[in-house]
Each structure stands twice: as C-alpha cells, then as structure tokens.
C-alpha cells in the first residue's frame, strides 16, 4: 500500500447498534456513531494489512478477547470484493510480529459492522496494547474497504503492512485519514474486581549490591505474571508459587530499598525498606606467597562491624578472579575441611592456621596464613573469601565476599 495508492471516499455511516453484556467492553479508537461522517481509505490492496492498536484501562487486565468488530463499506460503482482475513497480535508495536489468531477468509458485510467471535481461541491479554487487523483477500483499489473516522490521524493508533515491500509503518505515515473501525470486545472479568496484591515481607532481606540473589517475596493476592521490583528495577527469574509466594532473583542495588508487586492487571503493593544492599566486602592479600612466608589477608566488611568472620579457602576449583557469591556455593570448602585434606597431604601437621577472628569496630580485619615450606605446593593455586557469621541466617553465614586468588611460588 503506497502512499500514492490510497484513495479516500466520504461516506455517511449507518451502524447497526450491537448490545454489549455486563463484564465485558468494547475498545475502540475510532470515534464513528450512527449517521456519523467516515471516510473509505480504499488504498488497501489483497495481502495489505490495516491495524487498529488497542489498549484496555489498566485496572481492566488481564482481558479475554470475545469478538473483533470491523467495518467496511461499498459506493456505488465499487467492486464488491468483500472476504478479509482478520488477525490478533499480543502486542502494539509497530512490527506486532506473528499473529496469535488468524482467521480464514471471512466475509464482511458492506456498509455495517460485522462481529466476528474468537471467544473459543482463549486469546488473554496480560496488559498494555495489543493489535486486530484486517488483510484483503483479493481485489485493488476500487474494491470495498477498511473506514475511518475523520478526526485526523492520531500517532500510535493504526499500523499498516505494505504487501509490496513486506514492511510495516505507522498508518499516519502511508496518509490514512482517521483511525480504523476495527474493533474488540473483551471480557474484563478477570480484571479490575481482584483483589490487590498484599507485600508482607522477603526472605532473606539481605544480599550483595551485585544482585543476583533468589529470594522468596511472601504476601497475598500474588496473581501468575506478577512482577516483583527492587528500588523500581524489576527482577529476573520469576517464579510464581502461589498467592502467597514468588521467587525471584534480585538485581543490583544499593543500600535499603522499597519492594514492590505489581500484578498483570497492573494492581500493586509496595512494603518499605523490605531489602538491604550490602555493601561490598573486600578480602585481598599484601607480601609474597612463597613457600614458608607469612601471608596477611586483610578484610573489609563495613556493613558488619564487631561481627565474627570465617575465611574460606578452596584449592584450584575457581578461576582466578570468579566471585564467590552464595554460601552454598560448591566452590568454596570452609577453611577446616581444608584442614583435612593438607593433613593427610602434610604427614598430620596443620598447613593453615584458623582464620576465624572478630572485625574492629569499622569493619576491618586481618588474618594471617603460612605458607608451608612444601615443593609439592608449588603452584597451587589458592582461592580465598570470607563470610560473617551470623546465627540468624539459615547457613550461618550471612555474606560472603569477592574473591582473591593467587598461586604459591616457590
């Protein structure tokens, strides 16, 4: 459809009135009313597509789409070419991409609306826009055709596929006159009368500025496709339970911040402050690593201070530089275990002092290690973080830090 091949034909409407059921509500773009004046745009040729993008009130979603509603009209002197293939896209964009319904060929009827039902396809949309058109089976420019209103083109409202280039633009672009009178009729029973989603608390309601940490978001009235957000950034990996469940995986953020829950019917609750971004903690190591030298690992963890802390070690299961960021993480063995495995290496004497200690009052710390004057260590490589001790927590260790990591020299 090229802007040069539209053609525009004043008409006067005569619509037939269509009786509208409780819990259900037609969208519309189009302003057309019986006796009202619209406009023929008989541009469209078989294969084109005309759009009218829809979009219910919010509190409405999600809706169930129960009948498209389009109108087409004939002059005389018009070929009466009158199938179409209607089509529904989950989305307003525009490139909608693939349809989720398509219709056979489908004969409208000239000059008044014809209904067309899909309440049997099960089409639900979650929220925001979405697209019906209309696609001409056969025929050129002369043949019956889509109608506007005479309001002026409204950017955002009708999208048009040009068969020829196989593109899609907006419908100002190609000089449509008005907005389509493609029509929905949804049911917004699923929407609007629920019941707000209800915040009570996160599990845990701790973790690293990184993010990356699945919690469990606990309340009521959660609804499958609710959206959990940290600060007003939305997390990753949702998994609705229940109503009173979502796991997700937190972004990153700083300091404590508000969470929210959004349901798809964009109903929503906000519990404050629910979720504290830890600042990042350090552990690095200062002076060699040669065999038999005394290595010092200092450790920064500013959010807890006069907290105990435990060093973990593992021996060449990370590369260098990986961060450890779970205390399950299978990575890390807890420095005893360690202990264990250097005994039996070491012919019963301990390679590695006990780390655990208590951090100053601004969260700062030191452990030492020796490096056992062993050849066979030679270039082993070490990987270290810390944890804080803290008995509310599950595993009793309630963060653990970046990594450092290093190989012994000789």
């Known amino acids: 459809m090229s802007k040069l091949r539209l053609a525009l034909t004043a008409l006067v409407i005569l ?23 619209g406009t023929i745009q008989a541009g469209f040729i078989a294969g084109d597509i005309g759009v009218a993008v829809l979009e219910a009130d919010p509190g409405d979603y999600p809706i169930t789409i ?33 349809p989720v319904y398509t219709s056979g060929a489908t004969t409208l009827a000239a000059n008044a609306i014809t209904q067309l039902d899909v309440s049997g396809q099960g089409i639900v949309i979650n929220s925001g826009r979405f697209s019906v058109g209309a696609s001409p089976v056969s025929g050129g420019i002369g043949e ?40 929905a ?51 990753t990996g949702i998994t609705f339970i229940d109503a009173n469940r979502i796991e997700v995986i937190t972004p990153p ?25 830890e600042a990042t903690s350090i552990i690095a190591h200062t002076g060699t690593t040669s065999l038999g030298d005394l290595v010092p690992l200092s450790l920064l963890s500013p959010d807890f201070p006069n907290k105990r802390y435990l060093v973990l070690c593992s021996r060449t299961l990370a590369p260098p530089g990986i961060p450890l960021s779970d205390p399950g993480d299978n990575r890390v063995f807890p420095i005893n275990f360690d202990f264990q495995i250097f005994e039996a290496m070491a012919g019963g004497s301990n390679l590695f002092r006990d780390f655990a200690g208590r951090l100053d009052g601004l969260g700062d710390g030191e452990a030492k290690f020796k490096v056992p004057g062993l050849a066979n260590l030679v270039g082993l490589q070490l990987h270290f973080a810390f944890g804080v001790l803290d008995s509310a927590a599950t595993s009793g260790v309630l963060d653990i830090s970046n990594v450092t990591s290093f190989t012994i020299d000789p």
Do not use: H
Request: with cysteine; glycine share 16%; net charge negative.
């Open 185 to 235: 009729v949804v049911d917004i029973t699923g929407g609007g009368g629920g019941s707000p989603p209800q915040v009570l608390a996160v599990v845990p309601a701790m973790g690293p500025v990184s993010g990356g940490t699945t919690v469990t978001v606990i309340g009521n009235d959660f609804v499958s496709g609710a959206v959990p957000s940290f600060g007003g950034a939305d997390g």
């Open 253 to 277: 953020g700083s300091g404590t911040v508000d969470v929210m829950v959004c349901n798809p019917d964009l109903q929503c609750d906000t519990l404050s402050s629910a979720y504290e971004y």
């Open 144 to 183: 019956p055709n889509l109608v506007t209103d005479v309001t002026g083109c409204t950017t955002g409202k009708n999208r048009i596929r040009d068969v020829t280039s196989g593109l899609w633009f907006d419908g100002c672009v190609l000089g449509i006159s008005g907005q389509l009178a493609i029509r």
């Open 15 to 37: 619509l037939i009135p269509i009786s509208v059921q409780a819990g259900t509500k037609t969208l519309q773009n189009e302003t057309l009313t019986d006796g009202s004046g």
């Open 66 to 98: 129960l009948t498209v509603e389009i109108l087409i009209a004939n002059t005389s002197g018009m070929i009466d070419f009158r199938d179409y293939i209607i089509t529904i896209y989950d989305n307003g964009a525009v490139n909608p991409g693939a």
